[in-house]
């Protein structure tokens, strides 16, 4: 299973997204968005290209808020993959979110528009960065890869 992984769009509309992007996404299985989606018109956009599962952020205007959850548990693959924005500071992100989720294999986050992509204890901390600049690919089967993707536009 290839899953793209975006957060932190910031944007109003779809049609605002690097177009880079959204053919990207075309190729994907499923879209996980880590919040600060601001409007519902970029999930039906981001719909177009795949099935989206996701969580608000900090940015998000009401409208998306009801739509989508602060917390998100997915079982793909055989695998448990939280999905949380976050919030506060860069620092202490990392802890934050690992404390939010015991016991998963796989934290998505955003907030920090700092890409992460790394293993701590046990845990995979992944972190596509601001969508402006960078995206993830999260890719499920019998192994599991992840990797950044920067400057696509």
């Not at 880079?20 to 968005?33: F, N, P, S, T």
């Not at 016991?103 to 890409?115: L, N, Q």
């Not at 995979?124 to 601001?130: E, I, Q, T, Y």
């Not at 599991?144 to 696509?152: F, V």
């Amino acid at each position: 299973m290839k899953i793209g992984v975006i957060s932190d769009t910031h944007a109003r509309h779809c049609s605002q997204l690097p177009q880079e992007l959204l053919r990207a996404l075309e190729k994907v299985d499923l879209i996980i968005h880590a919040g600060d989606i601001v409007t519902m018109d970029v999930i039906r956009g981001l719909e177009q290209a795949a099935p989206l599962k996701g969580v608000c952020g900090n940015m998000d205007l009401p409208e998306v808020r009801i739509a989508f959850p602060e917390k998100l548990v997915l079982e793909l693959e055989g695998r448990k993959i939280a999905v949380m924005h976050g919030s506060g500071g860069p620092a202490g992100l990392e802890n934050l979110v690992t404390q939010a989720f015991p016991g998963v294999d796989i934290i998505i986050f955003g907030h920090s528009h700092v890409e992460v992509n790394k293993v701590l204890g046990g845990i995979h901390l992944f972190n596509p960065g601001s969508a402006a600049n960078s995206y993830g690919i999260l890719e499920l089967g019998e192994k599991a890869g992840a990797r950044i993707i920067r400057d696509y536009y």
